[in-house]
């Protein structure tokens, strides 16, 4: 997962660390990365023209004219696949939380920026639910993900700037917790709650987490 130098602390900073193999020349290292964003172009479009549920290793390796092998040691495994795919939408609200203007990123107070993320977050999911839910189909993964940690970090640093009391690190955990794809979806869909509804509660939430009047 890319993430910006500006992440604020060092268990996200560590995102950003790449993995490399031992003896592997820089020119194969390109030659990996430019394969694998070929693939996740491929995996992109499967997507946009038939949803996630279209989206199987067989499929990216038929349409990317690659052997199924080649999609499995570059991701490993679907679940893989789809992580590594939310991490291309991943890249632009991460940008958009640790740089972008404010009140989302640097510029305006703690609390604002807390209260801005959860609308952000429910939008910029919304925007491609299916990839989502298809993603926390393997919950652990998920919580492992470099998304995850840097969103939490980012909550973390933002509920300590505010002045906020208590354990910030379970406290973010909470916050995204109130944001989770399939809760969201469930609260809309089967509990027919609007969007606005969700963006309200949230900013009561951070508002009693913080303190706030």
């Known amino acids: ?29 390109a030659d990996a990365e ?16 038939g949803g996630a ?15 199924k092998g080649t999609v499995f040691r570059r991701f490993g495994s ?3 696949l789809l992580f590594a795919l939310v991490d291309h939408h991943e890249q632009l609200f991460q940008a ?25 977050t429910l939008r910029h999911e919304r925007d491609h639910k299916d990839l989502y839910i298809a993603a926390h189909e393997d919950v652990f993964l998920r919580y492992e993900a470099p998304a995850y940690r840097l969103r939490t970090a ?11 009391e208590g354990d910030l690190e379970l406290l973010a955990h909470t916050l995204l917790g109130y944001l989770e794809t399939p809760l969201v979806r469930h609260l809309v869909t089967d509990r027919g709650m609007s ?18 009047a």
């Open 1 to 29: 997962m890319a993430t910006s130098p500006s992440t604020p602390r060092a268990d996200a900073r560590r995102t950003e660390l790449p993995l490399t193999v031992i003896g592997e020349s820089p020119r194969l290292r």
């Open 78 to 80: 679907r679940s893989g």
């Open 53 to 67: 549920e279209c989206l199987t290793m067989d499929a990216v390796a038929a349409a990317a004219e690659v052997g």
């Open 34 to 49: 430019r394969n694998r964003t070929r693939l996740l172009e491929v995996a992109a479009d499967l997507v946009a023209q």
């Open 154 to 164: 980012h909550l973390a640093m933002l509920l300590r700037e505010a002045g906020t």
């Open 195 to 212: 969007v606005e509804r969700l963006e309200a509660g949230w900013h009561a939430l951070v508002d009693r987490l913080v303190g706030a």
């Open 96 to 120: 958009a939380f640790i740089s972008g203007p404010p009140p989302l990123g640097p510029g305006a107070p703690a609390l604002e920026r807390l209260r801005a993320f959860g609308p952000a």
